[in-house]
């Protein structure tokens, strides 16, 4: 019998939970981001199992999968292409880049400089890329992973509020616990765990499942919620940069897809709720003159939950 969406969702989390053990809640947000229409943005130490999910993402949906590795000298041709010269034809070729394909793995993207990371923004923003005049269209579903390094590392370019702003969900894989390391110990020296990754759906599934997202309900209430949580960060009195407008559409996107996993087609203030930390902690930019007194961002978004009332009705239908 033929799974149903949210079915197929949850097949999806539990298979990659069988690549990356131990991390099947950031997996679960993973999904939801990219099922949301999304990109995701990891940022970690090396050597936690991102590479290794992202390849076992693309196999588990079948979709075409490239890699990136960014370094201070890549260019921006080197991401989107180039035009060449055809001496045999006498006209000019366009050579397609990594950003054609389905699934894009964008490692140590901080390693590059801010006029090779914009080069991403029109892909990740419109589906398209433009280069010597000429616009040309990428594949659907089009899916960027991109990872970084922790500032404080040597050698790396922060990426900018605006280009931040793109990624629905910044995530942190961390390090595994103990029981799932020793079984990786076990496996890992024997195989590449991303190998064995059963396909689930299909691109042209995951792409109808995005299309169902959209359809979740979500009642004018719950909107006004979102808003008021959004503007709640702006005026606080500990927070330099609230949540943008951006911002506040990737939580309800992501609250949709969330529902939709929870096989609802409505939105709850849990579901809402449930996002708020993954969607905006990462895109708070705190007051300096706090640095020294450990304020987190994760503190403040919990006085914004209090602080904001919740709807009455649940925001069914």
């Known amino acids: 019998m033929e799974l149903s969406g949210p079915e197929k969702l949850h097949k999806l989390v539990h298979t990659l939970s069988q690549v990356i053990l131990g991390k099947e809640d950031v997996i679960k947000k993973m999904v939801v981001g990219l099922a949301s229409g999304g990109h995701i943005l990891f940022e970690d130490v090396p050597g936690v199992g991102k590479t290794t999910l992202i390849k076992g993402l693309a196999k588990a949906i079948g979709c075409d999968f490239r890699r990136i590795q960014c370094t201070p000298d890549l260019l921006p041709s080197d991401i989107t292409g180039v035009t060449v010269y055809n001496a045999k034809t006498g006209q000019w070729d366009f050579q397609k880049g990594p950003l054609f394909t389905q699934i894009l793995l964008v490692d140590e993207i901080n390693r590059t400089s801010p006029k090779t990371q914009a080069a991403l923004l029109e892909g990740m923003e419109e589906n398209q890329v433009t280069v010597d005049g000429t616009t040309y269209y990428l594949e659907e579903p089009f899916l960027v992973l991109a990872t970084q390094n922790p500032q404080e590392y040597e050698g790396t370019f922060p990426l900018p509020e605006s280009q931040l702003d793109r990624f629905p969900m910044p995530l942190t894989l961390g390090y595994p616990p103990m029981p799932a390391q020793v079984r990786f ?3 890992g020296i024997r195989r590449k765990a991303w190998l064995d990754v059963e396909q689930v759906m299909d691109p042209s599934e995951f792409l109808a499942v995005q299309k169902e997202i959209e359809l979740v309900h979500v009642a004018n209430n719950l909107l006004e919620y979102a808003a008021g949580l959004s503007n709640a960060t702006r005026v606080h009195a500990k927070v330099e940069l609230g949540i943008s407008p951006r911002g506040t559409l990737h939580l309800v996107k992501c609250a949709m897809a969330m529902a939709y996993a929870c096989n609802r087609d409505y939105v709850l203030p849990e579901d809402i709720q449930q996002m708020l930390f ?33 709807p009455g009705n649940n925001g069914n239908r």
Not at 280 to 309: C, G, H, M, P, S
């Open 278 to 310: 993954p969607v905006y902690k990462q895109r708070l930019v705190l007051d300096a003159k706090l640095f020294y007194e450990e304020v987190t961002a994760e503190a403040i978004l919990k006085e914004v939950l209090a602080q904001v009332r919740v």
């Open 185 to 187: 110990l076990a496996t």
